[in-house]
């Protein structure tokens, strides 16, 4: 029977050939929105690798005017020692521009590069898999100290230890240790490669984490700022909480795929709209065909599963094609996503079209199993 | 091998009631070429498709082969319409989007059998209506005569005891009309088929063995 239907679909396929061109469309879109949503979930399972709550990030623009490395130095110390020194702040770090939920990168090779001193993993509660953090004793060290993330050990050196082994173009930096990965892009976003640096003495900084006890209020935010501004006159300072900052960066991921999920929404209505019509019509300019089928031998049932299997057979035919689409993306590595987010898009994809048309298809199925058989074959 | 006993059949709508057939007991023999004839909108056609059980009776009973039908489900009803019943059509009623030979096995779909003995069977039977050349055509491409040997053998193809014709020369010439009526009376002689067959045509009436008449929905001989 199977052969039998396909073959007569095969025939029809010109007739046929706006609706298995919808379906093929709807697919795609919806191969996308599967795409973006199992890799955002399987990063929102991901654990973020790092504590973000109470912690706040201080910005300030041009702090001091010298390049004197002892006056640099002994101005960022005694900064330092002056906020750590109010009620509630627990911890400082200074670091790079690239703070966690910043929504921008400092990018080598595809590598996010964040410098960050010795307070850093305890501001933010980062993980160490494997050797140390930075401390006073990297002061005097030969080589320049480096710690990278679990993403990028894997990749460079696989289950091998890391720590020791050098990096760089003139292998003149040397890893001391291996942290978690950290997913400072948002929820949604995958941890990536990194490479955390210390800062060299002659830095200007420009960015202060905080961490601050869960008892911080605003006064405290009032007092952080005008110990800063106290310090550095003509700068623009601007606290921000990472709380707020993730909470508008989850934002930002989400637009693409709330915006692709209602063009994804039109389309799928619109091919369910045209699956129920075509085969509404088709109930009714096929009635001879029908009553014919059921004097031949067919029960109501077996027209009811004709009809479904047919709707289900144009399906296939476009999900043939799509998938033929689709599956170039994890074989050509588009956008360095896993291949089994790809994958499991596809499956997702094909299960959805093929419930949309079973679902389309089921009622003008039962229709056409009621028609009598004698008064289909008169109407012909 | 067919009765039927004080059929009845009326049509309802909202605010008219017809009386289609009206106490129509006939009963045929095995091996019978029965034609009812009589003009249109007498009930022929209805009569015919209660015989096919493709319609059933509003009052009165139908034996085939000693087997009562009133009381069969739909998948019983569709089974022995399957196995001992075989239609031909005034206007043919092929499938344009299949060929010749998959018109032909279309019964045999809803019956076990394997592809193989699927395509035996109907290409057999298209040898039986002299269309084993073709086979590979499809129905647009045939002639009315032609169509109309592709629903023969599509009605003989398995092999039923009973085949039901409703005006099956009705939209062909008389050279073509002829031609059916000597296939349908070569089954009938050579195959024992039972037919009835529904006409319009006293010259095809007089070529079978009985002529029922009907008129009004009633049995007039």
Request: with cysteine; proline share 3%.
């Amino acid at each position: 029977m199977f052969r039998h239907l396909f073959r007569m679909m095969w025939n029809k396929k010109k007739e046929n050939f706006l609706l298995i061109t919808e379906m093929l469309i709807s697919f795609l879109v919806l191969f996308a929105v599967f795409t973006l949503l199992v890799y955002y979930y399987s990063n929102y399972r991901k654990p973020m690798g790092f504590e973000y709550e109470n912690v706040w990030v201080a910005h300030f623009s041009s702090p001091i005017k010298t390049s004197d490395t002892d006056s640099l130095k002994q101005f960022f110390e005694l900064l330092k020692k002056n906020i750590k020194a109010l009620p509630d702040v627990e911890e400082i770090s200074y670091c790079s521009t690239n703070v966690p939920f910043a929504q921008n990168t400092i990018e080598n090779n595809g590598v996010e590069w964040i410098s960050a001193d010795d307070g850093y993993t305890r501001v933010l509660n980062i993980g160490l898999e494997e050797g140390r953090w930075f401390s006073s004793k990297d002061d005097v060290s030969k080589y320049k100290p480096i710690v990278i993330n679990s993403s990028l050990k894997h990749e460079l050196f696989g289950n091998e230890a890391a720590v020791g082994k050098m990096m760089g173009e003139k292998k003149e930096q040397q890893i001391i240790g291996v942290v978690a990965d950290t997913k400072f892009d948002g929820d949604y976003s995958s941890a990536g490669k990194a490479t955390f640096n210390r800062p060299d003495s002659n830095d200007v900084f420009e960015h202060m984490l905080i961490k601050v006890s869960p008892d911080a209020n605003p006064a405290l935010e009032g007092r952080v700022y005008k110990t800063l501004a106290g310090y550095m006159k003509e700068s623009n300072i601007e606290i921000e909480h990472l709380t707020n900052k993730r909470t508008s960066i989850n934002y930002f991921a989400l637009v693409p795929m709330i915006v692709l999920s209602i063009v994804c929404c039109f389309l799928i209505i619109n091919v369910a709209l045209g699956l129920f019509g075509v085969l509404w019509y088709n109930i009714n300019k096929r009635k001879g065909e029908i009553g014919l089928r059921r004097a031949v031998g067919a029960t109501g049932n077996a027209v009811s599963f004709q009809l479904v299997s047919e709707a289900l057979i144009l399906a296939t035919l476009s999900i043939t094609v799509g998938t033929f689409f689709a599956i170039q993306f994890p074989l050509l590595n588009v956008f360095d996503l896993p291949a089994g987010v790809y994958i499991a898009a596809i499956l997702l994809s094909v299960l959805f079209i093929y419930f949309l048309v079973l679902i389309c298809s089921f009622y003008p199925g039962r229709q056409a199993a009621a028609i009598f058989p004698a008064v289909a074959l008169h109407e012909e | 091998m067919i009765q039927l006993q004080n059929v009845e059949k009326v049509y309802r709508t909202d605010t008219v009631e017809t009386m289609a057939l009206n106490n129509i007991s006939l009963s045929i023999a095995k091996g019978e070429f029965l034609s009812i004839m009589g003009p249109s909108g007498c009930g022929k056609s209805t009569l015919l498709n209660i015989m096919g059980l493709l319609d059933s009776p509003t009052k009165g009973g139908i034996r085939i082969d000693e087997q009562k039908t009133e009381q069969l489900s739909d998948k019983a009803l569709a089974g022995f319409r399957n196995k001992k019943l075989g239609f031909i059509f005034q206007s043919y009623h092929l499938i344009n989007d299949l060929n010749v030979l998959d018109n032909v096995e279309l019964p045999l779909l809803y019956r076990k059998s394997s592809a193989k003995e699927r395509r035996d069977l109907a290409t057999e039977a298209l040898g039986k209506v002299g269309l084993s050349n073709r086979v590979k055509h499809f129905p647009t491409q045939l002639s009315g005569g032609q169509k109309q040997r592709v629903a023969i053998a599509r009605a003989i193809v398995g092999q039923p005891e009973i085949i039901l014709a409703d005006e099956p020369t009705g939209n062909l010439d008389s050279a073509m009309g002829n031609e059916i009526m000597d296939i349908l009376l070569q089954l009938n002689k050579n195959e024992g088929t039972t037919i009835v067959m529904v006409t319009h045509d006293e010259h095809m009436a007089r070529k079978t063995h009985r002529l029922v008449r009907l008129f009004d929905g009633s049995q007039v001989i």
